[in-house]
């Protein structure tokens, strides 16, 4: 980093460096966190359907529209299959979950490093900043000692 006053930060590779990952690993969460909320979608819409698909069971089984073995045997069957896909997309779900919580832990930590030269960073900036001031006014008040000299030369002449 180089500012107005010339201040040049040997570490900005470094928190360049540290920056870039942090902004793969967020651009990492975002990816996951799609995944995460589609596979949830998908989950949802599977309980729902086996849940019509008990109603309709169960209405098939009272009897009341006419007694069809062969329709229970396939509503049974179809129940069967979405019970297997919601037991598939909830262990999904589950281990997903696990890879972003994985993920936001690697985030928390490339976030601190990234705060730390940061903060470094800051500190050797205003500490530049100090000392440029101390110069500049060491600078001024020779300055005014030399003004302030010659006239005492020029009013003793």
């Known amino acids: 980093m180089t500012g107005k006053a010339g201040f040049r930060y040997a570490l900005e590779p470094v928190r360049l460096t540290r920056k870039w990952s942090l902004d793969a690993l967020l651009t990492d969460l975002g990816s996951l966190n799609a995944s995460l909320s589609g596979c949830k979608s998908r989950l949802s819409r599977v309980a729902d359907e086996m849940q019509a698909a008990s109603s309709e069971w169960k209405k098939l089984a009272s009897g009341r529209d006419g007694f069809d073995v062969g329709n229970l045997k396939v509503m049974n069957d179809y129940i069967r299959h979405l019970s297997d896909r919601h037991t598939v997309l909830k262990e999904e779900v589950e281990k997903l979950e696990e890879e972003r919580n994985m993920l936001i832990d690697q985030v928390n930590r490339s976030k601190k490093e990234l705060d730390a030269v940061e903060e470094h960073r800051d500190r050797m900036h205003s500490g530049f900043l100090q000392s440029r001031l101390r110069v500049d006014l060491k600078?001024?008040?020779?300055?005014?000692?030399?003004?302030?000299?010659?006239?005492?030369?020029?009013?003793n002449d």
């Open 139 to 155: 600078s001024a008040d020779n300055h005014w000692n030399a003004l302030h000299a010659k006239k005492e030369e020029e009013g």
